[in-house]
């Protein structure tokens, strides 16, 4: 693809995600995307066979936005001087991963959409949220097999330490939008908190 | 309001309901719920001013439900032989109470409808899960005073039980619907388990 090609490509798909965020998936034409981005009707679907093939891939593009945390799993661990200050890290980075306002709206879509496109919010969660929590996973049983941590089961351990992080912040995104309310100071001592409850449970005695 | 009247006003919410459900807000007109609940338009504009009114009295009740299960809490603590054993029966009953599946849907529209209706998704966010958490805090403050539990920060450690609890199974439902994929039993494990973690941070020493 010769770069004109590919930026009107792009512009086609920030043109439906602005579209689709504003008013859902149903509310949104492939004519209003056309225009939005400035080209004809026959591009986009040169580019697209159609609006459901479209927002399947700004939806597994924003699903692929958890790539990058995922793969600074290990290194995180690996750097920090201690298991505690490693998850404090990690859990600082997660959460301000997750609380970008674009990746949240398309959650929010996602999760409206995910009656009429299953098959999409189930790859989208499998790509993102637990894609994560696998990665936590391995690392977790991991550090237990070290001795670092106490962990029976590395997959619960996962989702507790995730959701000890995200829960209440991600909650409050999804009820409230940008009006959630919470500081990136407030995130960061919210992330503190958590990890020192997952400890609690997980450090070696 | 006579019976019959009050029957002709609960057919048109539960209608109501169901085609917000299967097409979002957007998607549904006054036309279709007065057909589906075998009403005038008439009928329907006499009991509820527009649409818009209509969504917002579905959703609130939605919300009282979470009533029942507020005003148990202060009992199922009291009643059980100790902390532990209460807030493993609470855990599950909170669980059980946030899966059930119609529940689940209606949360998943009122986030879908946040953009569009900020302060219906906040009055929900208000009189459910944040007052859960708000009467789990009181609860946790009193048991901290009894020497029972050790908390220093009642509205956190409120929120770090509740997201242990409901946070994994919650957000699947989100994302797979009712192909969530949890048992009942898989779910009274979970909540076991969680309680685990949060008395391993809040237990007296």
Do not use: C, W
């Amino acid at each position: 693809m010769d770069g004109r090609s590919a930026r009107k490509r792009q512009a086609i798909m920030d043109a439906a995600t602005k579209l689709f965020l504003a008013n859902g998936y149903q509310g949104t034409s492939m004519d209003e995307i056309a225009a939005l981005a400035e080209v004809s009707k026959q591009t986009v679907y040169k580019n697209f066979a159609d609006k459901r093939q479209l927002f399947a891939e700004i939806v597994l593009k924003a699903a692929s936005r958890a790539d990058e945390f995922i793969r600074a799993i290990p290194q995180v661990l690996a750097d920090a001087p201690d298991v505690e200050a490693g998850l404090r890290t990690l859990a600082r980075r997660y959460l301000a991963a997750v609380m970008q306002p674009a990746l949240l709206q398309l959650r929010r879509l996602v999760v409206s959409e995910a009656g009429r496109f299953p098959d999409l919010a189930r790859d989208y969660y499998k790509l993102a949220p637990d894609h994560v929590m696998a990665t936590l996973a391995i690392q977790f049983d991991e550090l237990s097999k070290k001795g670092m941590l106490d962990i029976d089961n590395p997959a619960a351990a996962a989702s507790q330490y995730a959701f000890l992080v995200l829960g209440l912040p991600l909650d409050r995104a999804m009820f409230l939008g940008a009006e959630h309310g919470l500081t990136p100071a407030a995130m960061n001592q919210h992330a503190d908190a958590a990890v020192g409850v997952f400890l609690a449970a997980h450090q070696p005695l």
